[in-house]
């Protein structure tokens, strides 16, 4: 197989992979942008806005425009840093937490749907390869 070729559907795939989460979301009336801020404090709790800026993978001053987003809409709140006063802490606030659950339901359906064409085999090895590549 070319490496063009490898490439090409792997990109394809990916591409799918995005659409197919834009439209899992779109019900919940959530961008993506919000989903994945959502999903990182619910995996890691509370954190300082450049925290999440890192684990977001964007700039800090992009991570304050998805923060002022989320807390206008009430899902996020900021809060003192108890470990230094100066810093500022994003949590979720109750319906943050219920959104992001709403929404980690969503993926993991629509994951389901989307690899249910593959065999427990061929999602293990799939498992295996995107892990050895991403490490």
Same mark, same amino acid.
């Given at each position: 197989?070319? &490496?063009?070729?490898?490439?090409?559907?792997?990109?394809?795939?990916?591409?799918?992979?995005?659409?197919?989460?834009?439209?899992?979301?779109?019900?919940?009336?959530?961008? @993506?942008?919000?989903?994945?801020?959502?999903?990182?404090?619910?995996?890691?709790?509370?954190?300082? @806005?450049?925290?999440?800026?890192?684990?977001?993978?964007?700039?800090?001053?992009?991570?304050?425009?998805?923060? &002022?987003?989320?807390?206008?809409?009430?899902?996020?709140?900021?809060? @003192? &840093? @108890?470990?230094?006063?100066?810093?500022?802490?994003?949590?979720?606030?109750?319906?943050?937490?219920?959104?992001?659950?709403?929404?980690?339901?969503?993926?993991?359906?629509?994951?389901?749907?989307?690899?249910?064409?593959?065999?427990?085999?061929?999602?293990?090895?799939?498992?295996?390869?995107?892990?050895?590549?991403?490490?």
């Amino acid at each position: 197989m070319e &490496d063009s070729t490898l490439s090409e559907l792997f990109w394809a795939v990916a591409r799918r992979l995005r659409h197919l989460n834009r439209e899992t979301l779109e019900p919940l009336n959530i961008s @993506p942008s919000h989903g994945r801020a959502l999903a990182v404090l619910l995996r890691h709790g509370s954190l300082r @806005p450049g925290a999440l800026a890192e684990h977001l993978r964007i700039a800090a001053r992009s991570a304050t425009e998805v923060v &002022d987003d989320l807390e206008h809409r009430g899902l996020v709140r900021r809060e @003192p &840093d @108890p470990a230094d006063r100066r810093a500022t802490l994003v949590a979720l606030t109750d319906a943050g937490r219920a959104s992001g659950d709403r929404i980690k339901a969503a993926r993991k359906a629509e994951t389901e749907r989307f690899f249910g064409a593959l065999s427990a085999a061929d999602r293990a090895e799939l498992t295996r390869i995107l892990r050895k590549l991403r490490d």
